[in-house]
């Protein structure tokens, strides 16, 4: 299934603001696997996109999770911010990002392991709760850059 998944994609070359929410469940992030061009899982990121113009961050990560997952979410607490400054497949990217714990609505996703949802773009993504102990010994990134460290030091 990963090559239904993967897309070649790349950052613009601009710095983008982004917001991301952070949901667990029984100690496991909510994240979406990230592939590579060769259909290969690069790692994993919590969901949320862009900062529209005009928009704050939280209504851009409420925005996010309504068109993507079609649940309304509860932002809990102030974020963590990080400036990530990566290279996907080759080229640059460049992000400010606002990471908030959310909550979502009860019984929302109760007894799914996956959720399957499509990007703006029409591309089809799937999102798992992942354990970042094991993320972290089996090698597999948590997106972006700074994030497992923040979350590790709370």
């Not at 993967?6 to 990230?34: C, D, M, N």
């Not at 999770?65 to 649940?71: D, K």
């Not at 990217?93 to 929302?108: R, W």
């Amino acid at each position: 299934m990963a090559s239904d998944l993967s897309a070649p994609w790349r950052p613009k070359p601009q710095i983008r603001v982004k917001a991301l929410g952070l949901h667990w469940r029984q100690g496991r992030l909510l994240a979406a696997e990230v592939y590579g061009d060769s259909g290969n899982l690069k790692g994993v990121r919590p969901l949320g996109g862009g900062v529209d113009f005009g928009e704050t961050w939280q209504q851009a990560l409420r925005r996010e999770f309504r068109e993507e997952l079609e649940v309304d979410i509860e932002i809990e607490g102030a974020p963590q911010v990080l400036e990530n400054i990566y290279q996907h497949e080759g080229a640059l990217g460049h992000e400010v990002i606002f990471a908030a714990q959310v909550a979502f609505p009860e019984g929302a996703f109760d007894g799914q392991e996956e959720i399957l949802f499509h990007e703006d773009n029409g591309q089809l993504c799937r999102a798992r709760w992942f354990d970042l102990d094991l993320l972290h010994r089996d090698g597999t990134a948590l997106f972006p850059d700074g994030l497992s460290a923040c979350l590790l030091r709370k």
